[in-house]
């Protein structure tokens, strides 16, 4: 018996919504809620309920249709109340179960849910006889009663329903032909709910139609009896529909019982496997969420495809041609199968494919059962390229039989020819070397005898003569404390051996170095650690003779410059007596062996060949009055510092006791990036501080100069303002004076001296007041005003010049709200800033609008607060017609002096304004910006202190 379900719930009624959680609250049916019909579509009924409530829908037509295609068997509907034409519709719609939303309880609609899974058997005969003749429903309720059958009675057909909820008959005698309904009717409305679903109708009427009768035994109805029947009929009739109902609910029950129990097996086998159905075509008509799990597909992608959809492309046709042809011929397949899933990952199944034959033996679908064995199959791969990778065999010893079994692999291990899969005990221990013989029989007898594990290694030597180092590990394996035999591995570790050997050189080195850095880093002295590297260096070589170079690359590559910089029995034969690292002689002297050597062809042949210089002859290399006897055991090894590619020094060892190899070189040579890092951090040290002694040289002449020029440059402008005022006042004076008697060029000459002279008076105020801005000899009289007092103050200044040029001016305040001067005087923007700097940075930006504007042309304002770094900040933007500034030349706009290439032009500028004007938005913490498109737009922000609109 099910002991949970999951239940859709349609409706928008939130009282009812409530109510069933109520119910459901402390049982373990699952609720699923809905608001309306039309969401159907984005649920999958069929699937995942077992029960769906429908709360009083009204469109019964679409309800019908949606019915129809998706909702299960087990359909509860809840009517606000209980009216025949409601349970007709109902009835047409598909509806079978019904309850009366304001009067159901909990029991009775959990009893429905139990009756629905596991119907109860009656003991009991009970017949509800409807007639509403009078004088027949008391013959037969007489002829009932008197033969012992539970009878009720009622002549009102409209009370049908409440006598069936309050007797609950099992049997139900009736005239076919009622006031209120026929008797199709009623086999209608009892269909609506599943409990009444077990109760047999028997119709007593006079009506002898054949079709009316038909149509009530297609409709359930149990049998038709004439109204003239005697009573043991009527009684013989009434027992045998008794006994059919409940031989039908024994049925029912053993048929529920045995669908529950298949229910459970068949849902512990979906958990498991890989379940799919496909028609004879081979399109897919069912999948489990296991298919869809592992394939990565949803149900929708796979239903109504081919198998093919997750076909990889590792079987062969004749693979698939195979399976097939056993199929449609009816058999049974079974095999491995690997599939791709949605993302193209390989899986693999153990697939059993069964067909499903008609009556003629033919396959009408095809059900397909897989297991997932992903992980085994790659364990099992996994497995086979570690023993191939580990060189790793295996072999067996019977006990019982005295005989060893190995695999192909084992022979591979031993490095030999295979010879045969079974050895005796002699011929395995022959395998062994004979150093090694005894040490593993003591081990293989003491995994028989003692229960220990075998865990040994030895050598053996090849059919070349080489030697090589197995490792044996294995176990006995017992069946009811009986020895069975003996299984172990067998593995190749001569190249872990020889790793072993060179870790510990590696080891050695790696102990060196670190003690070799920590030096360096703790003490910083240098010296100290290239000494300590070279006596390290000698003492894990047994070297007794080294030297550590640093290459110079400034001169002839036939003449290597180098630095010492640590020696141990060498000595440099410098020509002059001087205390320089840097010799200016390249002979050098090994102390204990008398020997004398130019090292420029020995660094020439490294560098040139990149490579080390080991154990080769010195002949060449050293003077003629060598005593050559002491080069014959002289081993010699010099190996190249490598950064960055490149060779930046090189280190030369010797000994007379033992030959170097070129093992011990590959183990040297990758420790050494690490000292190379040391020579050049030394380096780069002693750049940098050379580098800031320059550095802090050159700042102070830049400061010594930039005061100087600064000092020049307020000095000169005071100088020239003087003569300067002179020259401006004589010339309007002599224009004043003389107007009379000048002629009108005369009086244009005059005009253009005194322009001249402004244009050099402004420069001359730009200069200095840049000069004040170098020395911080600007200062600002920070205070809270009226921005828009300000800004008014400078519009009406250039009306005059804005009529006569022919420029318009337009106001706009916040989100492009257009207003006029006398508007504007009424905003109030408070700014903490210096006003006569506001001012002035007005103006120039007012200046350059109407000098680079067009005629006709236009003026455009832009008033607003923005939010900026979390800060309120007054944007003001002004924009112009006339010819707009290129792309190319924004960077140079702010530049002192920088005019654009206006130089030519009639129009007047010193190119200091915008300059000046930047720098004074800076210093009063605002920015400024410029926007080319079709205008030129200027901006500039400051913070704003009080708002008030």
Not at 468 to 473: A, P, Y
Not at 632 to 661: A, M, Q, R, W
Not at 692 to 699: D, G
């Amino acid at each position: 018996m099910k002991l949970d379900y999951n239940v859709l719930v349609i409706s928008n009624d939130k009282k009812f919504k409530h109510q069933l959680d109520f119910y459901f609250k402390n049982v373990n049916h699952n609720l699923t809620f809905i608001n309306s019909i039309e969401e159907l579509s984005l649920v999958n009924i069929k699937h995942h309920f077992d029960f769906v409530f429908l709360d009083n829908p009204n469109e019964y037509d679409k309800l019908s249709l949606i019915l129809k295609e998706q909702l299960p068997e087990h359909i509860i509907f809840f009517c606000e109340n209980d009216d025949i034409d409601i349970r007709l519709q109902l009835i047409d719609c598909g509806i079978t179960y019904l309850f009366i939303k304001n009067e159901f309880k909990q029991v009775e609609l959990f009893e429905l849910l139990d009756e629905l899974n596991h119907p109860k058997i009656d003991d009991e005969c009970r017949v509800l006889l409807i007639e509403d003749e009078k004088i027949a429903s008391i013959i037969f309720e007489e002829y009932l009663t008197s033969n012992g059958i539970n009878t009720k009675v009622i002549t009102d057909s409209s009370l049908t329903l409440p006598a069936i909820k309050e007797f609950n008959p099992n049997v139900i005698l009736t005239d076919y032909m009622m006031p209120d309904y026929d008797g199709l009717m009623l086999l209608k409305i009892l269909k609506q709910e599943l409990r009444y679903k077990h109760i047999t109708v028997v119709f007593l009427s006079a009506i002898s139609d054949k079709d009316v009768i038909q149509e009530a035994i297609e409709n359930g109805a149990y049998l038709f009896l004439n109204k003239s029947i005697t009573e043991e009929q009527l009684v013989a009739e009434v027992k045998k529909a008794y006994a059919l109902t409940k031989q039908h609910n024994l049925t029912i029950n053993k048929l529920y019982s045995s669908l529950t129990e298949n229910q459970l097996y068949l849902s512990a086998f979906d958990q498991h496997s890989i379940i799919s159905t496909a028609d004879i075509s081979g399109k897919i008509t069912y999948v489990n969420d296991m298919f869809c799990k592992i394939s990565g597909y949803s149900r929708e992608e796979l239903i109504g495809k081919n198998h093919r959809i997750v076909k990889s492309f590792y079987h062969s046709q004749e693979f698939y041609k195979n399976m097939w042809g056993t199929i449609s011929s009816g058999k049974v397949w079974h095999g491995t199968i690997c599939n791709f899933t949605k993302n193209q990952q390989e899986y693999w199944v153990e697939a059993s494919i069964m067909p499903f034959l008609d009556e003629k033996g033919v396959p009408y679908k095809y059900v397909s059962v897989r297991t997932d064995i992903t992980k085994l199959r790659n364990n099992e791969r996994l497995l086979n390229l570690s023993q191939d990778f580990g060189q790793i065999g295996s072999w067996q010893y019977d006990i019982s039989n005295n005989r060893f079994q190995t695999t192909e692999k084992f022979w591979e291990v031993f490095s030999q020819p295979y010879k045969s899969l079974a050895l005796s005990y002699e011929q395995f221990v022959t395998l062994i070397h004979p150093k090694d013989k005894e040490s593993f029989i003591d081990a293989f007898n003491a995994c028989l005898n003692e229960n220990k594990q075998l865990n040994i290694e030895h050598r053996f030597i090849d059919p070349d003569g080489n030697l090589h180092w197995l490792l044996h590990r294995g176990n006995v394996y017992k069946i009811k404390d009986k020895q069975i035999y003996l299984l172990a591995l067998v593995q190749d570790i001569t190249e872990k051996k020889e790793l072993i050997s060179q870790l510990d050189n590696k080891n050695k080195l790696l102990d060196n170095l670190n003690s070799l850095l920590l030096n360096y880093l703790n003490k910083s002295d240098f010296n100290a650690t290239m000494h300590n590297y070279l006596n390290s260096l000698l003492k894990l070589t047994n070297s007794d003779s080294g030297l550590i170079l640093e290459l110079e690359f400034e001169g002839t590559p036939s003449q290597r410059q180098f630095n010492i910089l640590s020696s141990n029995n060498f000595e440099i034969k410098n020509s002059q007596q001087s205390d320089s690292s840097q010799p200016d002689s390249t002979i050098v002297s090994l102390i204990k062996y008398n020997i004398e050597f130019d090292l420029q062809p020995l660094i020439k042949r490294v560098i040139d060949n990149e490579e080390p210089y080991i154990n080769d002859t010195l002949n060449q290399l050293v003077s003629s009055e060598t005593n050559n006897e002491a080069l014959k055991n002289l081993n010699v090894l010099v190996f190249p510092i490598y950064y960055e590619n490149k060779i930046t020094g090189l280190i030369i060892i010797c000994n007379d006791s033992h030959v170097y190899n070129i093992t011990l070189l590959k183990e040297i040579l990758s420790m050494n990036i690490a000292l190379d890092i040391i020579l050049k951090a030394h380096k780069h040290y002693e750049q940098r501080e050379k580098a800031t002694l320059q550095l802090l040289k050159s700042k102070e002449h830049a400061e010594q100069a930039n005061k100087v020029k600064t000092v020049f440059l307020s000095s000169i402008t005071h100088e020239f303002r003087t003569p300067l005022n002179a020259i401006q006042g004589f010339s309007q004076l002599l224009k004043l004076e003389s107007a009379s008697h000048l002629s009108e060029q005369e009086i244009d000459n005059i005009d253009e001296i005194i322009r001249a002279g402004n244009r050099l008076l402004e420069l001359l105020n730009g200069i200095l007041e840049f000069s004040k801005i170098e020395q911080e000899d600007i200062e600002l009289e920070i205070k809270k005003f009226n921005f828009t007092d300000s800004l008014v103050s400078e519009i009406n200044m250039i009306k005059p010049i804005l009529n006569t040029q022919n420029i318009s001016l337009s106001i706009y305040f916040k989100e492009q709200q257009k207003i006029d001067l006398e508007q504007l005087s009424k905003q109030s923007f408070f700014i903490e800033s210096d006003e006569y700097r506001c001012k002035q940075v007005l103006a120039n930006l007012f200046s350059n609008a109407i000098k680079f504007n067009s005629n006709p042309g236009y003026i455009n304002i832009f008033i607003e607060i923005i939010e900026q770094n979390e800060q309120r900040k007054l944007k003001f933007s002004i924009t112009n017609s006339g010819k707009v500034i290129n792309q190319e030349q924004l960077p140079m706009l702010f530049n002192p002096f920088e005019r654009l290439g206006m130089e030519g032009s009639n129009i007047r500028g010193s190119g200091v304004g915008l300059s000046l004007t930047k720098q004074l938005i800076e210093l009063m913490q605002g920015e400024i910006g410029v926007n080319t498109d079709k205008d030129t737009n200027f901006w500039f922000t400051l913070p704003v202190s009080f708002l008030k609109l």
